[in-house]
T-cell receptor, first 114, second 114 residues
């Protein structure tokens, strides 16, 4: 089973709202990732967690706040977003950060900021 | 620095014909190479990867890819295309031993004509 589960699938939020995206995997993976993808573009890395610790932040604005409560869960807290933040947000995981490991992606959460 | 190039924005192939989606890469060390497919409104699905060993790698859904070190290429191939293969394909590279983030190409849209 190589499943990464993301909720919600679709989210519409106002620029003053606070919401969260959730991600879960039960493959025992110790690296988890958040990516942002705009239409017809490749995914862009936002954050990497390794063994529940934040190891990479790709200079993401503070209105995006990641959290890794345990080894199976990854959240992305959203606050005061802008319309240009509308995108597909992909969660992913891999056994660890080693380069040879496959990164497995979830189906994504479609975010629309109005 | 790592980089990956997918020279074609779109590839059109008639159903039943062989298909090739091109990818070239640049890394300072040994490359780890990946192909992913993205169907409309879905996440990325892992197809195959090259780490070491046999230069011809077989993956999901009948796809295969050939690693060519001298040409720094990792083209994706399938002997007989299906209409259901129509999707967006991403080549990606990681540099061995550096635990760096995965670098995606811009993507190639594959359109199989019935």
């Amino acid at each position: 089973d190589t499943e990464v589960t993301q909720t919600p699938k679709h989210l519409v939020m106002g620029m003053t709202n606070k919401k969260s995206l959730k991600c879960e995997q039960h493959m025992g993976h110790r690296a988890m990732y958040w990516y942002k993808q705009k239409a017809k573009k490749p995914p862009e890395l936002m954050f990497v967690y390794s063994y529940e610790k934040l190891s990479i932040n790709e200079s993401v604005p503070s209105r995006f706040s990641p959290e890794c409560p345990n080894s199976s869960l990854l959240n992305l807290h959203l606050h005061a977003l802008q319309p240009e933040d509308s995108a597909l947000y992909l969660c992913a995981s891999s056994p660890d950060r080693s380069s040879g490991n496959t990164i497995y992606f979830g189906e994504g959460s479609w975010l629309t900021v109005v | 620095a790592q980089s990956v190039a997918q020279p074609e924005d779109q590839v059109n192939v008639a159903e039943g014909n062989p298909l090739t989606v091109k990818c070239t890469y640049s890394v300072s060390g040994n490359p780890y190479l990946f192909w992913y497919v993205q169907y409309p409104n879905r996440g990325l699905q892992f197809l195959l990867k090259y780490i070491t060993g046999d230069n011809l790698v077989k993956g999901s859904y009948g796809f295969e890819a050939e690693f060519n070190k001298s040409q720094t290429s990792f083209h994706l191939k399938k002997p007989s295309a299906l209409v259901s293969d129509s999707a967006l394909y991403f080549c990606a590279v990681r540099d061995e031993g550096r635990d760096d983030k995965i670098i995606f190409g811009k993507g190639t849209r594959l359109h199989i004509l019935p």
